[in-house]
């Protein structure tokens, strides 16, 4: 009887064990994304980077160009001290590191990894759940990240902790905002709220990627994916030189590895995100085997393979980015935020609104016309309208004139 | 107190077109650290590759030099542990087993772990008889071992002379004092001479 009832459940034990999978698999990936950022980062330096921790030697002294780095990283962290200080709020304290990197592998759950697959006579999803609303799921997911920063910040009880945390909010906050904007575009071309549809309606007769549909949407995305995730340009949370170590200045060991891994599996999340919005997820174009129609195993496991590389450049992307930019001062940052972004946001909502109206969200060919003509009035705007480096806008009052002893430099 | 004519009244610099639109200045970083990317490192693999030190005069590791006997070049005259700066040699002199000097030293120690290789040494003997080497990675299991006798000097000799040779020809046939070797006239009296 009860193999019966699991025959009949053939989606929920595939999904179960696609869970296992991709939770595997993505643990792995954080652990070598730590490998990637410190290689890349080397590289830009001119430097070599970690080469030399092997597997025990096992293969005489030949030491697979430092791929043993995580497992050395990772006993390291295990075997320091865990310090928890005398005046934290020790429930929340054990609770953040947690909370953030739970948040972080639950939005995994949705990712389309490879279209159908057909095992017996059942046609499988090979996606752990396939909500109808997928997207919001993910949307909700990502936004409870800042929650494990904000914790930790907060139950720290340090001050330069709670700055970190403090920023982290403001962060979020303003960042969700373009974020959701540049979603609902592709909602609005698509129709769908479920991942797997959107990626379909990417690879129809005559559909291409979104990222052809919708430039500037997706521009808005990745900008606003490296707020989400507190990287470089936008790593306020974490300033070292001005908060110490950010909101995980007072963790040690397996807790302040949490977050530092947390923070490779958001970003490895909203790189999937990103990729299933407007890369067309495990498609490629005019490739057999990664098309629509292929169900057959292999075609599932090379479907997810074009995931986990698109995955990886996307990670190579971050990195790279966060080698060559320096950080934004905060109110920078807020100035991007609500004097670029956002407007942007809005144009780009009010042209697919436009575009729904005549009934055709997805002529590739207009959008693609409409993005550039938004994209010309943006930088039209900018250059018309002067700025100054530090911030201080046109329409504050003047500075009085530095004519004596700097005593009288004190603002207006 | 700050004059006025003191005071530099520096403007805000203006942003240009292609900076307030970020993107431009932005792809212009990143090409720079692509062509960084895979450009040629600047570090090499340590243990295994060793960078040519090009510098003749690296102040690295003692050594004490032989002359063309083989034999220790040191005359004990202390100029090097005088000039040290943080008292790191330790010299016992005796009377030579050989005619041509009065003194050998009977004991040469250098305390690697106290001396800061400074080079005073070098420069105070008066024979060439101590110079440092290109050898700086010095390593030892204890403190002990990082004291320098004699023998481990003129062995870093023999370890280094290929690659640093010594530099200014031995002097040798020293003017002796007193009537050191038989049937020769003092060194003294043929320069008077």
Not at chain 1, 139 to 166: Q, R
Not at chain 1, 240 to 248: A, I, M, S
Not at chain 1, 342 to 370: D, E, H, N, R, S
Request: glycine residues 8%; aromatic residues 10%.
């Amino acid at each position: 009887m009860i193999v019966e009832w699991v025959q009949g459940q053939a989606q929920l034990v595939f999904s179960c064990l696609l869970a296992l999978v991709v939770v595997g698999v993505m643990l792995l990936g954080v652990a070598y994304s730590i490998l990637a950022e410190r290689w890349i980062a080397a590289w830009v330096q001119d430097r070599r980077g970690p080469n030399r921790a092997g597997f025990f030697r096992l293969f005489g002294s030949f030491h697979f160009w430092g791929l043993g780095q995580p497992i050395a990283d990772g006993g390291k962290f295990f075997l320091k001290e865990d310090i928890i200080p005398d005046n934290v709020d020790k429930p929340l304290f054990i609770l953040g590191p947690a909370t953030i990197f739970i948040v972080a592998l639950v939005g995994f759950a949705v990712i389309p990894w490879g279209g159908q697959v057909q095992i017996g006579d059942a046609l499988l999803n090979v996606q752990v759940a396939n909500p109808d609303i997928g997207l919001l799921y993910v949307l909700g997911v990502g936004s409870l990240g800042v929650y494990g920063v904000v914790l930790g910040g907060y139950a720290s009880n340090n001050k330069y902790s709670f700055f970190g945390g403090i920023r982290a909010t403001a962060q979020m906050l303003s960042y969700e905002i373009p974020m959701g904007l540049a979603i609902l575009v592709v909602v609005l071309a698509t129709g769908q709220l479920r991942l797997e549809e959107i990626v379909l309606s990417q690879m129809g007769d005559g559909d291409v990627w979104n990222v052809v549909r919708h430039p500037l949407a997706c521009f808005l995305l990745v900008v606003t994916l490296f707020a989400e995730t507190s990287r470089t340009p936008f790593d306020m949370p974490e300033a070292e030189q001005e908060l110490v170590g950010g909101f995980h200045t007072e963790y040690s060991s397996m807790k302040f590895a949490l977050f530092f891994l947390a923070e490779y599996a958001h970003m490895i999340t909203g790189s999937a995100f990103l990729m299933v919005l407007f890369f067309g997820g495990w498609h490629i174009p005019f490739v057999p085997g990664l098309q629509p129609g292929d169900t057959a195993w292999w075609a599932m496991l090379l479907k997810m393979l074009v995931m986990a590389g698109k995955i990886a450049l996307m990670m190579v992307f971050y990195i790279w980015v966060r080698w060559t930019l320096p950080r934004l001062r905060f109110d920078q940052l807020m100035r991007l935020a609500w004097k670029g972004l956002v407007p942007l946001g809005l144009g780009l909502i009010a042209f697919a609104l436009g575009m729904l109206y005549i009934g055709k969200p997805q002529a590739w060919v207009w959008t693609l016309v409409g993005n550039v003509v938004i994209l010309a009035t943006m930088l039209g705007i900018t250059a018309l309208i002067p700025s100054r480096v530090t911030g201080r806008q046109y329409d504050m009052p003047e500075l009085p004139p530095r004519t004596s002893a700097p005593a009288s430099i004190g603002g207006p | 107190m700050i004059k006025d004519e003191d005071i530099v009244v520096v403007e805000e610099p203006q942003l240009s077109a292609a900076e307030r639109w970020y993107i431009p200045q932005i792809a212009d970083g990143m090409l720079v650290t692509l062509r960084h990317l895979f450009k040629k490192k600047l570090t090499v693999h340590y243990p295994e590759q060793k960078r040519d030190l090009v510098v003749g005069n690296y102040r690295g590791v003692h050594r004490l030099n032989r002359d063309d006997q083989g034999r220790v070049a040191c005359v004990a005259c202390f100029m090097c542990a005088t000039a040290c700066p943080v008292n790191c040699i330790h010299i016992e002199a005796d009377e030579a087993p050989w005619p041509d000097r009065e003194k050998y030293p009977a004991k040469f120690e250098i305390d690697e772990l106290r001396c800061i290789f400074c080079g005073m040494c070098e420069e105070a003997c008066p024979v060439d008889a101590i110079e440092l080497t290109p050898v700086h990675d010095l390593i030892s299991l204890s403190r002990e071992q990082m004291i320098f006798d004699k023998e481990k000097l003129l062995e870093m000799y023999d370890q280094t002379k290929n690659l640093k040779p010594r530099k200014n020809p031995q002097i040798t046939g020293y003017p002796a004092t007193g009537d050191r070797r038989e049937g020769k006239p003092a060194d003294n009296e043929e320069t008077a001479a």
